[in-house]
């Protein structure tokens, strides 16, 4: 059977269509022996092989068996299922890889903006649960310092060799602070610190601007505000709550790893970010 160009299968009475090399990924297993005609639990029907297994189920061990990763949708809740699913097939890196059930289980990530107004300067605050996210983030805002004429945010824009990045201000892994608008006053000149934020190429001084384009960044991102709120009234510091769900992680067999091996798979995490 192994000859063959494309072997069927019928799985619980689901249809599976693939290339024999795909089954033999893991000679030891089932499956492999399946080809051979060396296990009775396979029945070969009209020239397809016939199991009654899980067929909904065996979907993913087949992406398993083509890609060696495990990548399973946000909402997937049958772990146990599926790890018995192919532990039945015995093929036990992938049971291995799916006893790291909290790493491909979705995570709810939460983000934070605080914002207050104070005379000509707003100040913000990022806080967010993933110090990845906020780095991320980190590398996305820049802030430009300048002297410009007036002390108002409707003055004169300098021009852009004339403005002089900033660091922000990292607290912490999970924070980000800066500010923008008029700063000190110098002479008849104010100083003053410019917000930009990427992709979008605008350089920004108003603080409401500045505001509104960072929460149109994070809805873009797949986050969703769940919540407003003031937390200091006398202070004027606005709160903004966000949150996604993070996407599992993609986990794959070690490059090292031979699929021979029916032992414990030496399993590596890989966070495949997506939109």
Not at 17 to 41: H, I, K, N
Not at 107 to 113: G, K, M, T
Not at 184 to 201: E, H, L, M, Q, T
């Amino acid at each position: 059977m192994s000859g063959r160009e494309v072997v069927a299968l019928s799985v619980g009475g689901v249809r599976f269509v693939t290339r024999p090399r795909t089954l033999l990924q893991f000679p030891e297993s089932r499956l492999a022996r399946m080809l051979g005609g060396d296990d009775p639990e396979f029945k070969l029907v009209n020239g397809e092989f016939f199991v009654d297994r899980d067929g909904a189920l065996f979907c993913y061990i087949m992406d398993f068996l083509r890609t060696l990763q495990v990548s399973l949708p946000t909402d997937f809740s049958d772990f146990q299922r599926l790890r018995r699913e192919a532990e039945f097939y015995e093929l036990y890196p992938l049971a291995d890889l799916l006893g790291q059930e909290q790493l491909l289980k979705p995570r709810l990530e939460i983000l934070e903006v605080r914002f207050s107004l104070q005379e000509m300067q707003a100040f913000f605050r990022i806080f967010g649960s993933c110090s990845s996210t906020v780095e991320l983030l980190a590398e996305r805002i820049t802030v430009l310092t300048g002297q410009q004429p007036g002390h108002g945010w409707s003055s004169a824009f300098p021009s852009h060799k004339a403005l002089v990045p900033l660091p922000l201000e990292r607290p912490s892994h999970h924070d980000i602070v800066f500010q923008c608008g008029t700063d000190c006053c110098a002479g008849d000149r104010f100083v003053a610190r410019y917000v930009s934020i990427k992709p979008d190429n605008r350089i920004l001084i108003n603080g409401t601007n500045v505001l509104g384009l960072l929460m149109d960044t994070l809805l873009k991102d797949g986050f969703r505000l769940i919540s407003t709120r003031a937390v200091s009234s006398d202070e004027k510091v606005e709160c903004y709550s966000f949150e996604r769900t993070q996407r599992p992680a993609s986990l794959s067999i070690a490059a090292n790893q031979c699929p021979e091996s029916s032992g414990m798979a030496q399993a590596r995490s890989r966070v495949q970010k997506g939109k």
